[in-house]
Nanobody, 124 residues
Framework: QVQLVESGGGLVEAGGSLKLSCAASGRPSSTYTMGWFRQAPGKERESVASIIGAGGTTYYVDSVKGRFTISRDNVKNTVTLQMNSLKREDTAVYYC?????????????????WGQGTQVTVSS
């Protein structure tokens, strides 16, 4: 079993930056794909970014390309999401997710493990 714990959410002004971190425990993370999803009120959960292995293949939803960067440390079993140039529409609960398979987390049904979520609020 895998446990995921997020940290780093909060309130930030538009144009600012936040860094989200997710620590995985329970099993070695080197075989997992890890990623981030977000869910705003009244909207479906959407994939934001995912990464296969450390420095492997990555995926970003179009709306965050050039602003967000996902990275991973297999030694520390962590995955981070550096979010720059934040916009109000980035406001959501952000969830860390993982899968046993080497596949990008394009949709939520591909993830087997979830964190509890961390709130990101971007004010204008």
């Amino acid at each position: 079993q895998v446990q995921l714990v997020e940290s780093g959410g909060g309130l930030v002004e538009a144009g600012g930056s936040l860094k989200l971190s997710c620590a995985a425990s329970g099993r070695p993370s080197s075989t997992y794909t890890m990623g981030w999803f977000r869910q705003a009120p009244g909207k479906e959960r959407e994939s934001v970014a995912s990464i296969i292995g450390a420095g492997g293949t990555t995926y970003y939803v179009d709306s965050v390309k050039g602003r967000f960067t996902i990275s991973r440390d297999n030694v520390k079993n962590t995955v981070t999401l550096q979010m720059n140039s934040l916009k109000r529409e980035d406001t959501a609960v952000y969830y860390c997710a993982a899968t046993n398979y080497r596949r990008l987390l394009i949709t939520s049904r591909l993830a087997e493990y979830w964190g509890q979520g961390t709130q990101v609020t971007v004010s204008s």
